[in-house]
């Protein structure tokens, strides 16, 4: 069975680096039984970035209320009045992005940022740097987070966890200039100076789907697509960590990568006019 010490080595062999700004996307299911569960390997993907690096998972929020206010949807009063207001500190992870960020959240030191949705979670020298400022309306594109985690050379750890899991391509999206990019409008409760929720809108674009063609249900998002496509130009590391396939990607690379797919696909095309006889 494994453990924090042998994980630390696989991690390592796959080309995590001491140092690293390392984001991590795990699934416990596919990594399998570790002596010492989860915080076990919180502690091994530390030790593969010791002694001065950095982890980042992406959080959001177990109570968001971002699908009870898309688009204009009304939460009734009662339902308003006491929906509790996010307070980084103490709010639970959204377990459905992987239950290891929950134990990486629960690290003394760590720290989260302020976007109650696309809230991350950092432990590290780096921690405060990467998750503030993290303001509504910037959840993935510039002055988020995620812009000061590509421009800190960071690099994406899919430990288990599928393609269609690289949050960095949502800043790809973001930043991709192109025409139709689709935008959503939400609430969010914040705390508020002296203890009340103050309810505030956010405008934003859809990481769902950043162009109608990525919001098909049952179809492959922009980020899969995307993932999947760099992923066949063996520009990555990948390798088996425990029971885990992983990939290691460079987030810079697969950003740049991102928006010159999406650019090169989609951007507005200027018709030439016709010559004349």
Not at 19 to 44: C, Q, T, W, Y
Not at 82 to 106: E, H, I, S
Not at 239 to 247: D, L, T, W
Request: hydrophobic share 40%; net charge negative.
């Amino acid at each position: 069975m494994e453990n924090r010490t042998t994980m630390a080595v696989g991690l390592r062999s796959l080309g995590v680096q001491g140092g690293d700004v390392l984001m991590v996307h795990a699934s416990l299911k596919k990594i399998g039984p570790v002596i010492g569960g989860a915080r076990a390997i919180v502690g091994a993907l530390r030790d593969a970035v010791a002694p001065d690096g950095t982890l980042i998972g992406y959080a959001s929020w177990d109570r968001s209320p971002y699908g009870e206010t898309l688009n204009g949807a009304q939460l009734d009063a009662e339902t308003r009045r006491n929906w509790p207001p996010f307070r980084p500190d103490t709010a639970n992870v959204y377990c459905g992005f992987g239950l290891l960020n929950q134990f990486l959240a629960d690290t003394p030191g760590a720290l989260r940022s302020a976007h109650p949705d696309a809230s991350m979670v950092a432990l590290g020298p780096l921690a405060h740097e990467l998750i503030e400022p993290h303001r509504l309306g910037q959840a993935f594109g510039p002055g988020s987070p995620l812009e000061r985690f590509v421009t800190r050379n960071g690099k994406v750890l899919l430990l288990g966890a599928p393609l269609d899991a690289v949050t960095v391509l949502h800043y790809a999206e973001a930043i991709a200039d192109i025409p139709g990019k689709r935008r959503v409008t939400y609430e969010m409760p914040i705390l508020g100076p002296n203890g009340e929720t103050a309810w505030e809108r956010a405008e934003d674009f859809d990481s769902n789907g950043i162009l109608d063609c990525f919001a098909i249900d049952g179809a492959m998002d922009a980020v899969e697509t995307i993932a999947r496509a760099y992923v066949a130009l063996g520009r990555h590391r990948e390798g088996q960590v425990a029971n885990a396939h992983c990939y290691l990607l460079d987030a810079q690379d697969i950003v740049s990568f991102g928006v010159s797919y999406l650019e090169q696909r989609f951007a507005r095309r200027i018709s030439t006019p016709a010559k004349g006889p």
